[in-house]
């Protein structure tokens, strides 16, 4: 009677760590989201029962306090529950409220971390989050606040030079104007959408124009100096061929 929460990684299927295929492979039922890579399950044995708790466009898709109740009744059910998130469960994952309602029920919870999206899609396009010189801190965000809160907590003056933001595609035109407060409308931008994926793509802009670009949900908005390393580099790059 253990829930196993797994990181699935980025997206490519090819980056998920070997101890969550290990646990995979003996799950009785998996409950997995949208952006863990459905080409994982077929690691599970062949009479696991599969429930998707994601939300894809025109579907309905289960609440927060719904899918803690599934994993509650699932764990008082079986030995082994999985429970397959997209990148890594802690972070923009709602691993921790699943892991409190969990334990509040008396049910045992472990974790394998998965590659987050933001630093997964970063480093597989060459996109150096931190660079000697040029950034040494670095703030992850949601352009998405949970709407219910009464204050904001996200005030955008954030001293780290280099800025990754999830969630951050259908609010671009509200953050943008807020963040250029605080830095120069030169600072160089990169959007990678379907990070690791292979209709993965990548769109270069700055503060001043990334919100008139064509960008489509999931993706990462990284704002920073560090993005005019990748853009140098895939100039060597071009080179190359
Ligand atoms: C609910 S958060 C989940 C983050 C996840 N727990 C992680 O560690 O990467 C969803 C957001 O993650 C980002 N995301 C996840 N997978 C992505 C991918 N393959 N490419 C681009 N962005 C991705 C997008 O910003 C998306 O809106």
């Known amino acids: 009677m253990t829930v196993y929460m797994l990181g699935a990684g980025p997206g490519d299927p090819d980056l998920i760590t070997l101890k969550a295929i290990k646990l995979l492979k003996k799950a009785d039922v998996i409950l997995y ?138 609010l671009l035109k509200k953050y943008i104007p807020k963040i250029l407060k605080y830095r120069s409308p030169d600072t160089p931008v990169c959007a990678i959408e379907k990070g690791t994926l292979p209709d993965q793509r990548i769109v270069t802009g700055t503060l001043a124009d990334i919100s008139e670009k064509d960008i489509r949900p999931p993706a990462l908005i990284i704002i920073g100096d560090v993005v005019n390393i990748y853009n140098k580099c895939e100039e060597l790059r071009s080179k190359l061929e």
Request: aromatic fraction near 6%; glycine fraction near 12%; charged fraction near 25%.
């Open 33 to 170: 989201d949208s952006l863990a890579n459905d080409e994982l399950l077929s690691y599970a044995p062949d009479d696991v029962e599969l429930i998707y708790v994601g939300k894809r466009a025109g579907e309905h898709y289960r609440k927060q306090p719904e899918i803690n109740q599934l994993l509650i009744d699932q764990g008082k059910k079986h030995e082994t529950v999985v429970r397959l998130k997209g990148g890594d469960p802690f972070i923009f994952g709602r691993g921790g409220e699943e892991e409190l309602a969990l334990l509040e029920e008396g049910i045992n919870v472990e974790f394998v971390p998965g590659i987050n999206s933001g630093i997964g899609a970063a480093t597989s396009i060459g996109l150096p989050l931190t660079h000697r010189a040029v950034a040494t801190s670095l703030t992850l965000v949601t352009g998405h606040e949970d709407p219910e809160k009464s204050e904001k907590q996200v005030n955008w003056d954030y001293t780290a030079d280099t800025i990754v933001v999830f969630m951050g595609v259908g």
